[in-house]
């Protein structure tokens, strides 16, 4: 029996407090707002009782932003998407900004297990003034449990609109893009850190953002698979190529880390449920 749940997360600011409230359907919520920077950031963990998605299961997650609040949004793990007999397993996400909102969108990695049949998709609409920090971390199979991506496929969607769209379909059967030079290069971990605006970002914005992460590219062990990039006007982008997962989310945090100073002049913190 394939499950369907649902999750409206809407934040405002109240009294000069960033406030979350939300409505959920089926095995999907988020748990007490807390505010381990004060009242200005709301952090609240997504939860899916379930653990995981497999054939017919759908996820539907809408998140919207007020002017002047600001949310931060995490898992307490990895999403899980499990061999899949037959139909789709889909997780769609859709994200609204109004002006002079923020928000960071902050899930642990996506599992895909071999014989998965995996639909994984994040739109974001974002008014002028609005700013969104996130990230999207795909792992391949459990290579250190010796389950390895052999059957399946995986369809990823990253799109703020109007401005940029990735979107492409990894099969277990193409080898050439599992283990060519061009490819992932036998690499089964995936990390894409973003910075996306719902107006132009000026030029020398942009330019420090790209001058902090391709410092700390530099001196990562990852440097070789790893890369940052503006590829329009409102979007910066990190890339990493990974074995594993640790690696690849331990450079998207020092990223993350570098990048929020320079954006909000807030500390380079981590969620608290990060360190448990």
């Not at 009242?39 to 054939?55: E, F, Q, R, Y």
């Not at 789709?88 to 895909?112: C, K, M, N, S, T």
Request: aromatic share 6%; with cysteine; proline share 7%.
């Amino acid at each position: 029996m394939a499950w369907h749940a649902g999750l409206r997360l809407d934040y405002a600011q109240e009294g000069g407090r960033s406030v979350a409230r939300f409505a959920h359907q089926g095995p999907l919520r988020i748990l007490q707002s807390l505010y381990p920077e004060g009242d200005g950031v709301c952090h609240n963990v997504l939860v899916h009782p379930p653990g995981g998605l497999v054939a017919g299961d759908t996820l539907e997650v809408q998140v919207t932003a007020a002017g002047g609040s600001h949310g931060l949004v995490t898992t307490p793990g990895a999403s899980r998407f499990y061999r899949s007999e037959g139909a789709e397993a889909l997780q769609d996400v859709r994200i609204h900004l109004q002006p002079g909102a923020r928000l960071e969108w902050l899930p642990l990695e996506a599992l895909y297990y071999s014989g998965c049949n995996a639909h994984n998709r994040l739109r974001m609409r974002l008014e002028p003034g609005a700013e969104l920090l996130g990230w999207d971390l795909a792992a391949l199979g459990l290579p250190q449990a010796q389950q390895p991506f052999v059957r399946g496929s995986v369809l990823q969607h990253l799109e703020l609109q109007g401005a940029w769209l990735e979107r492409g379909r990894i099969a277990a059967e193409d080898q050439r893009l599992l283990d060519g030079p061009l490819g992932l290069a036998g690499h089964r971990c995936l990390g894409t850190l973003f910075f996306v605006a719902g107006s132009e970002i000026p030029r020398q914005r942009r330019d420090d953002l790209l001058e902090s992460a391709r410092a700390l590219l530099e001196a990562h062990p990852l440097v070789a698979s790893a890369g940052a990039t503006s590829p329009g006007p409102r979007v910066v982008v990190v890339r990493v190529l990974a074995p594993l997962v640790e690696p690849a989310l331990q450079l998207l945090k020092q990223v993350r880390h570098a990048w929020r100073p320079l954006l909000w002049n807030l500390p380079g913190v981590d969620p608290r449920g990060w360190a448990i």
